[in-house]
C-alpha cells in the first residue's frame, strides 16, 4: 500500500520513555525520516536515515527501523517534547509520503 | 544560515489562481530536489510536489495532478508553485522543504527534509 500508519495519540510520564511507530510498505525499501512540530510551528527534522539527528536535537531522541515499521523512540521525554510527530519516507517512483500524525502528552 | 521563505499566499475564491513563491539561501540551491508540502487547518502534513534539481522531472501527488504546477528558478534562487482550479479543499499552509539524500550504489535509500520554510497560507473561500 502507498500510506504510513501512525498512531493518533499516545503520551508518556514525564522522564520516561515512549516509542512511536510508523508502518508502510515503503519502509521495507526506504528510511523513515520523523518530524517534530509544535503548534504554529513548522515541522523540524529531528532523526533521519538508519538512525541519524541532525545538529541540535538532543540525544534522547533515536530511531530505529524493521521490516515495514520505523520507531522513533524518546529516552527521558521532557516537557518541551509535546508536539505532533510525523514519519516521511519515500517511494519507489520518488513521490513522498507522510504519516497521519502523532500527537505526544507528555504527563 | 539555510533559510527557505514562502510568499505568496492569500485569500482566492474557487476556481482561481495562485502562484507561491520560496526563496532560498544558505546554500546552493541548484543542487538539491526541492517540495512543497501542505497542511490543512488542523490537519496532518501532506506531500503535494517535488522538482529535481535541475527542473527536467516534476511529481505530484494525484490530488493536485492536472491543476498545480511545481518549476524553479536557479538564477534567482526560487521555488514556484503555481495553483489553478483551486477547489475549498486546497485551503492549507504551504511549506516547501529541501530534499537531501543519502545514496549508494546509485540508491538513494535516505531521503529526508531538511530545512522547511515557515509556511505561507492559502485560503480558497467565497
Known amino acids: 500500500s502507498s500510506e504510513l500508519t501512525q498512531d493518533p495519540a499516545v503520551s508518556v510520564a514525564l522522564g520516561q520513555t515512549v516509542r512511536i511507530t510508523c508502518q508502510g510498505d515503503?519502509?521495507?525499501?526506504?528510511?523513515a525520516s520523523w518530524y517534530q512540530q509544535k503548534p504554529g510551528q513548522a515541522p523540524v527534522l529531528v532523526i533521519y536515515g538508519k538512525n541519524n539527528r541532525p545538529s541540535g536535537i538532543p540525544d534522547r531522541f533515536s530511531g530505529s527501523s524493521s521490516g515495514n515499521t520505523a520507531s522513533l523512540t524518546i529516552t527521558g521525554a521532557q516537557a518541551e517534547d509535546e508536539a505532533d510527530y510525523y514519519c516521511n519516507s519515500r517511494d519507489s517512483s520518488g513521490n513522498h509520503l507522510f504519516g497521519g500524525g502523532t500527537k505526544l502528552t507528555v504527563l | 544560515e539555510v533559510q527557505l521563505v514562502e510568499s505568496g499566499g492569500g485569500l482566492v475564491q474557487p476556481g482561481g489562481s495562485l502562484r507561491l513563491s520560496c526563496a532560498a539561501s544558505?546554500?546552493?540551491?541548484?543542487?538539491?530536489?526541492m517540495h512543497w508540502v501542505r497542511q490543512a487547518p488542523g490537519k496532518g502534513l501532506v506531500w503535494v510536489s517535488r522538482?529535481?534539481?535541475?527542473?527536467?522531472?516534476?511529481s505530484y501527488a494525484d490530488s493536485v495532478k492536472g491543476r498545480f504546477t511545481i518549476s524553479r528558478d536557479n538564477a534567482k534562487n526560487t521555488l514556484y508553485l503555481q495553483m489553478n482550479s483551486l477547489r475549498a479543499e486546497d485551503t492549507a499552509v504551504y511549506y516547501c522543504a529541501r530534499e537531501l539524500q543519502y545514496c549508494t550504489n546509485g540508491v538513494c535509500w535516505e531521503n529526508w527534509f531538511d530545512p522547511w520554510g515557515q509556511g505561507t497560507l492559502v485560503t480558497v473561500s467565497s
Open positions: 544558505g546554500f546552493t540551491f541548484s543542487s538539491y530536489w
Open positions: 515503503s519502509l521495507r525499501s526506504y528510511y
Open positions: 522538482i529535481n534539481s535541475d527542473g527536467s522531472s516534476t
